[in-house]
């Protein structure tokens, strides 16, 4: 298991970085401030999508996903005074 990117949300905003492909577990907890953390990727680098339901939270929580290499963001919307430890974690090559 190797981390892709990790790190705490303190305001809302797209914290990007590049996702090397195979399967992954997205995890976030802490003060959502009634925001929403959500996984997203890009095959573009323009338009973002939602990796999927169980990677977009509004309370601490987290999901398994599978996405080919590109870039991905951990984006966060809606809160107010949040602090977020979010871990996004390479688990195996799919």
Do not use: C, H, Q
Not at 10 to 35: H, I, K, M, V
């Amino acid at each position: 298991m190797s981390i892709a990117s990790n790190g705490t949300l303190t305001a809302n905003g797209r914290t990007t970085f590049d996702w090397p492909g195979g399967n992954g577990a997205f995890s976030a907890s802490g003060t959502f401030g009634s925001g929403t953390a959500s996984l997203e990727w890009t095959l573009d680098g323009s338009t973002w999508v939602a990796v999927g339901t169980d990677t977009t939270v509004t309370a601490n929580g987290g999901g398994i996903f599978t996405r080919p290499p590109g870039k991905m963001a951990v984006n966060l919307t809606g809160a107010t005074s949040p602090s977020i430890a979010y871990e996004v974690v390479r688990t195996a090559n799919g």
